[in-house]
Structure formats: C-alpha cells, structure tokens
C-alpha cells in the first residue's frame, strides 16, 4: 500500500475549505474536490471516507487554531478575566463557522465524539494551566470532592452548555466561578 501524503491531504483539506467558504458546506463534495486537486476521485477517498469525514476534518482544524489563537490571544491575568475572555472568543468562532461545520455533520456521531473530546481536553489543558497560574486563588479549596481537575470539567460542561444557548447569558456562572475562587 502506498504511503499517504501529508502535503496532499492538506491540500485537500484547503480546497474544502475554500469551496465552504465561497458557496457554503452543501458545495463540498468529493468529485468536485478531486477535479479542482486534479486527482481522481478513488485518491480524495484514500484520505478521507466520504463528506462527513472532510467536514469533521475541517471542523478539527479549524478548533485547533482557534484554541492555538486563544491560547496567543489570552496570555495573563486573573484567571476568572481570562476565562470570561476565552468563553466570548470561543463562543464567536463558534457561531460564526464552527457551528455551522460541526451542525452539518450527520453520520460521523461516534468518530466526531471522539475527536471534538480531543480538542475539548485541549482546551481543558490550558484552562488547568491557566488555573494553577493564577497565585490569587485560595489553594485551601482543591480538596475533597473539589479538584483542579474536577472544576476544570465543572467549567467546561457550562461553557459549553451555555454555548448551545441562542443568546447566553453567563453573568451567574461567572458569579459563581469567581465566588468559588476567591
């Protein structure tokens, strides 16, 4: 069997993205995207199985650099300052594009899972780093049922529930986190 090129793939990717930006998601099919690549469609196939695996790919992508531009973007402060910032930054990419990339998803549920837990245990990386940077927080709270770790996940499944939300109002969570803390 021969090996997969990286650069190629990437470059399919690239043209999945273009075409999902200039005519939208329905666009992107795997003929049309062998044609622009000028390969045949049995070579897009050796990367990719079929449409929903394009767009989960492009959806991981596109994660991956808005937590790398997060990541630049915050670099100190309070760390109840940085996740407010982090909470209104993600939530922006995620109603401009990733949202509509990961709706569009329909067959993929399980590799999909797994794959958005990857980028979300990116995130709760940084958000424990960025917790245990933060010399303000009382060190006397981390125990018991209450871990750093333990209140990360605690974070990240508000966060991402208030996400889901038409128009979110975090004032409470927030009230609550910096309350937790100090």
Known sequence: MRKKDDALRDSLLALCRETAEREGLEA??????AKRAGVAA???YNYFSGKDD???????EYWREALAEMDRAVLSGPFCDQLETIFFFLGERLHRSAGALMNSLGNVEAAGQ??????QEGLAR??????????RIRQDIWSGPLS???????????????????????????????????
């Open 114 to 119: 797994a794959r958005m837990t990857a980028m």
């Open 42 to 44: 049995g070579t897009v």
């Open 54 to 60: 394009i767009l989960l790919a492009l959806t991981e």
């Open 126 to 135: 940084s958000l424990l780093l960025r917790l245990e940077g933060d010399p």
């Open 28 to 33: 992107i099919n795997i003929r049309s995207i």
């Open 148 to 182: 750093k770790e333990g209140f990360v996940r605690f974070l990240l499944t508000n966060m991402m529930a208030l996400w889901r939300v038409e128009n979110p109002d975090p004032a409470v969570f927030f009230a609550v986190v910096r309350r937790i803390l100090s």
